[in-house]
């Protein structure tokens, strides 16, 4: 690419949401942006916002135009599918914007709370890839009382038909009378594997929702909600799986 071919790297940055064109030149100027993996200091600098990998301390920061990420909170009764040729109700009936998008990972129809929804397939595929190890975060509601050892139990892993499973976090998040919410934080993503664990260690799962996905947190989000990631989040998702 020749000097007059491109973008200004500034008005790149600018446009992916990092902020204004003088704060983008600060950026660069401090040495914090990355393209291609080489440090640029040159105010000048032309890019390919389709083709270059831009970073910025550290974190990627997508530059293509068409590329988007949302995350929905997956209400109970739905499943968790673009769309169900069964009738019922699916994603799609939550989702109201004009792309084409993956859904990363699932949650059973009795399972509400955070999926994230993207057009990029590479992240999609990393962020389910058992490889990566990418962490989720659940609340359960399930009926006590329990006992204290039972976070070491689960940190310990239990042995399934499919073969071991273990919590990487575990801990009492609220309690009411027999009524108790734990967190529990995996990094596999096997079928109905946080109720098939809990059940194991004798207690089956009433109610429950994940409410992170890596380093994206549910929120406030409301059942049926939805709303495109921040520059942030997208960048701390692809840094999470190496991109």
Same mark, same amino acid.
């Given at each position: 690419?020749?000097?007059?071919?491109?973008?200004?790297?500034?008005?790149?940055?600018?446009?992916?949401?990092?902020?204004?064109?003088?704060?983008?030149?600060?950026?660069?100027?401090?040495?914090?942006?990355?393209?291609?993996?080489?440090?640029?200091?040159?105010?000048?600098?032309?890019?390919?916002?389709?083709?270059?990998?831009?970073?910025?301390?550290?974190?990627?920061?997508?530059?293509?135009?068409?590329?988007?990420?949302?995350?929905?909170?997956?209400?109970?009764?739905?499943?968790?599918?673009?769309?169900?040729?069964?009738?019922?109700?699916?994603?799609?009936?939550?989702?109201?914007?004009?792309?084409?998008?993956?859904?990363?990972?699932?949650?059973?129809?009795?399972?509400?709370?955070?999926?994230?929804?993207?057009?990029?397939?590479?992240?999609?595929?990393?962020?389910?890839?058992?490889?990566?190890?990418?962490?989720?975060?659940?609340?359960?509601?399930?009926?006590?009382?329990?006992?204290?050892?039972?976070?070491?139990?689960?940190?310990?892993?239990?042995?399934?038909?499919?073969?071991?499973?273990?919590?990487?976090?575990?801990?009492?998040?609220?309690?009411?009378?027999?009524?108790?919410?734990?967190?529990?934080?995996?990094?596999?993503?096997?079928?109905?594997?946080?109720?098939?664990?809990?059940?194991?260690?004798?207690?089956?799962? +009433? +109610?429950?929702?994940?409410?992170?996905?890596?380093?994206?947190?549910?929120?406030?989000?409301?059942?049926?909600?939805?709303?495109?990631?921040?520059? +942030?989040?997208?960048?701390?998702?692809?840094?999470?799986?190496?991109?």
């Amino acid at each position: 690419m020749t000097d007059n071919e491109g973008v200004r790297l500034q008005k790149v940055l600018a446009e992916a949401g990092i902020g204004s064109r003088r704060h983008c030149e600060e950026l660069i100027g401090e040495g914090r942006v990355t393209v291609d993996g080489k440090r640029v200091f040159r105010f000048g600098e032309r890019v390919d916002p389709q083709r270059a990998v831009i970073h910025v301390d550290g974190k990627r920061v997508e530059t293509r135009a068409e590329m988007r990420y949302y995350m929905i909170n997956k209400p109970r009764g739905v499943v968790s599918t673009m769309s169900d040729e069964r009738g019922r109700k699916s994603l799609e009936d939550y989702v109201d914007v004009p792309e084409r998008l993956f859904h990363v990972g699932r949650l059973d129809t009795d399972t509400e709370g955070l999926i994230l929804l993207t057009n990029d397939g590479e992240l999609a595929h990393r962020l389910t890839h058992p490889s990566y190890g990418v962490f989720k975060t659940y609340l359960a509601e399930i009926h006590g009382p329990i006992p204290r050892d039972l976070g070491k139990r689960l940190r310990a892993g239990v042995t399934l038909d499919d073969g071991p499973a273990k919590a990487d976090k575990f801990r009492v998040f609220d309690q009411v009378g027999r009524r108790v919410l734990v967190e529990i934080t995996l990094h596999e993503g096997r079928k109905h594997i946080v109720r098939r664990l809990l059940k194991e260690v004798g207690f089956p799962v +009433q +109610q429950l929702a994940r409410i992170e996905f890596g380093p994206i947190k549910l929120g406030q989000l409301k059942p049926g909600g939805m709303r495109a990631l921040t520059v +942030q989040e997208i960048g701390e998702l692809y840094q999470v799986v190496g991109l």
